[in-house]
T-cell receptor
Framework: DTGVSQDPRHKITKRGQNVTFRCDPISEHNRLYWYRQTLGQGPEFLTYFQNEAQLEKSRLLSDRFSAERPKGSFSTLEIQRTEQGDSAMYLC??????????FGPGTRLTVL | DAKTTQPTSMDCAEGRAANLPCNHSTISGNEYVYWYRQIHSQGPQYIIHGLKNNETNEMASLIITEDRKSSTLILPHATLRDTAVYYCIDLGGGTSYGKLTFGQGTILTVHP
């Protein structure tokens, strides 16, 4: 257990539905990252926050995806109008600025 | 895209040393070499990192060649629990550590 938690651990949804995932970082960490991992591939960066500010977004983060970190603590990742191609493991990591990234266990999304 | 290259898979006998190579053909002077691993269905786990010198911690040793174009992660006495995907990553130094760019990694299988 790294101290980073994610909820839910598994989500099954139907195509076209909206889903929201939550990440709780290690409490003193001011950076929070989201990654996506499809089967057989390494994790791919989606976005990251420093405190409340979203500092970088990947081109993978289409307009159906939105991430927030309203109080600089937990973060949510929402996917609207899910597609089968969104099926993946969504990983969250946190760190101090300049520090190591610690990963949560991930949320596995299956879109039917 | 990942900047490092690794063999797709390797095998190792339990109790023997596992030596995992990585090529860093485009590493720049201020980039560190990081190694993470991912055990099935878990988030990536930090192992070790270094800049120029060889490093050792309780998990592994890291050997970096003088020209920094290649590195080797050494697990001195591999156990069955070391079966995982191992990723080497070049990451910029300074105070602006950002996203980790994972490749496909090396699948290490430790067998009895």
């Amino acid at each position: 257990d790294t101290g980073v938690s994610q909820d839910p651990r598994h989500k099954i949804t139907k195509r076209g539905q909206n889903v929201t995932f939550r990440c709780d970082p290690i409490s003193e960490h001011n950076r929070l990252y989201w990654y996506r991992q499809t089967l057989g591939q390494g994790p791919e960066f989606l976005t990251y926050f420093q405190n409340e500010a979203q500092l970088e977004k990947s081109r993978l983060l289409s307009d159906r995806f939105s991430a927030e970190r309203p109080k600089g603590s937990f973060s949510t990742l929402e996917i609207q109008r899910t597609e089968q191609g969104d099926s993946a493991m969504y990983l969250c990591a946190s760190s101090l600025v300049g520090g190591l990234q610690f990963f949560g266990p991930g949320t596995r999304l299956t879109v039917l | 895209d990942a900047k490092t290259t690794q063999p797709t898979s390797m095998d190792c006998a339990e109790g023997r040393a596992a030596n995992l190579p990585c090529n860093h053909s485009t590493i720049s002077g201020n980039e560190y070499v990081y190694w993470y691993r991912q055990i099935h269905s878990q988030g990536p786990q930090y192992i070790i990192h270094g800049l120029k010198n060889n490093e050792t911690n309780e998990m592994a040793s890291l050997i970096i060649t003088e020209d920094r174009k290649s590195s080797t992660l050494i697990l001195p006495h591999a156990t069955l629990r070391d079966t995982a995907v191992y990723y080497c990553i070049d990451l910029g130094g300074g105070t602006s550590y950002g996203k980790l760019t994972f490749g496909q990694g090396t699948i290490l299988t430790v067998h009895p």
